[in-house]
């Protein structure tokens, strides 16, 4: 059964940071495009970024340039988003998602096909 779960989410404080994990199974992450999306309350999910595992090609969207950072350990199966420099807009539920690909580049508005159930991430003093 192919799966992805997340995790590393938490409450911190305004310009801090955390590392979100997005672990596979059932399936390697070595060609796919994995993507990171997020979800606040009462607004629609976003995109934030993407990572073609096949190149290592990233996307970033504007609002969190500069500050996240998406990576992938193929041997761990595990794609990372780094979150510095967090603000409160940021809170949200993260999710990780994927699509299979082949040294494409990783785009957001594509169909993902698998999800993973959410990470909180609440930025507060």
């Known amino acids: 059964q192919l799966q992805l779960v997340e995790s590393g989410g938490g409450l911190v404080q305004p310009g801090g940071s955390l590392r979100l994990s997005c672990v596979a199974s059932?399936?390697?992450?070595?060609?796919?495009?994995i993507g990171w999306f997020r979800q606040a309350p009462g607004k629609e999910r976003e995109g934030v970024s993407c990572?073609?595992?096949?190149?290592?090609?990233?996307f970033y969207v504007d609002s969190v340039k500069g500050r996240f950072t998406i990576s992938r350990d193929i041997a761990k199966n595990t794609v990372y988003l780094q979150l510095n420099s967090l603000k409160p807009e940021d809170t949200a539920v993260y999710y990780c998602?994927?699509?299979?690909?082949?040294?494409?580049?990783?785009?957001?508005?594509?169909?993902?096909?698998?999800w993973g159930q959410g990470t909180q991430v609440t930025v507060s003093s």
């Open positions: 998602a994927a699509y299979r690909v082949v040294f494409r580049r990783c785009v957001l508005e594509h169909e993902f096909n698998y």
């Open positions: 059932g399936f390697t992450l070595d060609y796919y495009a």
């Open positions: 990572i073609s595992t096949s190149d290592g090609r990233t």
